[in-house]
C-alpha cells in the first residue's frame, strides 16, 4: 500500500470483460468508484454546458442530480400508460430532444420492467450522440432476458453500465463499470482523477469476481 495503484486498473478490467463475456476486451470496460462516478464521467465527457441528456423518468433518480452537477440540461422524455417505453416513442422523443445524451435503465428501477433490445436499438439509432443503458439491474432480470451489451458491436456510441453494489454485495467497495468501443474508454480517461481506484478496491473487486 505504499505504491500507487494501477492507474489503469488492467488486471480489474480484464476480469470484469471476462465476466461480461460477449467477446469484450478488457480495452472495452472501464471501471471507477461506484456506477455514479461511471456516470459522472460519461457527462464530463460528452454533456455539459450547452448540452443536453434526455431520461425516462420515473427513473433512476441520481441521474439527472449528476447530470446538473456537471452543468448538462436535464429533460424528462416520460413514459407511456404502465410506465411503458416503447422504441417508436424512445426513438421520437430522442428526435424530439436531439440530446446528446440519452439514459435508458434496464432493468428499470423503480419500476423493475426490463426494454426490450427493439428499444435500445430503437433509441441508439436515432440518438445523435451517446446512448447509456443502465443495467446495474442485470443479475436480477428474468432468465433469458437479453443484455445491451450484445449491441455494442452494431453502435459504436452504445454504452452499457452496471456495478457490483448489487448482486455482488459489495456496495461499500465502490466498484462500477461499463462497457463501451473502445473509443468512449480513450474519452473518459481524459476526465478521470489520477489513481481513481485505490489498490484494496482493485483487489477486493478481483476477489468476488473469482467466487462470482
Not at 15 to 24: E, V
Not at 77 to 98: C, K, M, N, V
Request: with cysteine.
Amino acid at each position: 500500500l505504499n505504491r500507487y495503484p494501477d492507474r489503469d486498473a488492467a488486471g480489474l478490467r480484464s476480469d470484469l470483460a471476462a465476466y461480461l463475456g460477449c467477446g469484450l476486451t478488457w480495452r472495452q470496460v472501464w471501471a471507477a468508484n461506484g456506477s455514479n462516478e461511471v456516470i459522472q464521467q460519461l457527462l464530463q465527457a460528452f454533456g455539459g454546458h450547452g448540452r443536453t441528456a434526455l431520461g425516462f423518468e420515473p427513473s433512476y433518480s441520481m441521474h439527472p442530480l449528476i447530470a446538473r452537477t456537471t452543468g448538462t440540461e436535464w429533460l424528462d422524455g416520460g413514459r407511456g400508460d404502465g410506465f411503458s417505453l416503447g422504441p417508436d416513442y424512445a426513438a421520437g422523443r430522442i428526435r424530439e430532444t436531439a440530446a446528446d445524451i440519452v439514459f435508458l435503465t434496464s432493468p428499470n428501477n423503480p419500476t423493475g420492467t426490463a426494454l426490450p433490445l427493439e428499444v435500445v436499438e430503437a433509441a441508439a439509432a436515432a440518438a445523435p450522440g451517446i446512448v447509456v443503458v443502465d443495467e446495474a439491474y442485470a443479475e436480477f432480470a428474468r432468465p433469458g432476458t437479453p443484455s445491451a451489451l450484445t449491441l455494442l458491436p452494431a453502435f459504436p456510441r452504445l454504452v452499457v453500465t452496471r456495478t457490483m453494489s448489487k448482486a455482488f454485495a459489495l456496495a461499500g467497495a465502490r466498484v462500477g463499470y461499463l462497457a463501451a468501443a473502445a473509443d468512449v474508454i480513450d474519452a473518459l480517461q481524459v476526465v478521470r482523477l489520477p489513481y481513481h481506484l485505490s489498490s484494496l478496491t482493485q483487489a477486493a473487486a478481483r476477489a468476488a469476481l473469482r467466487h462470482t
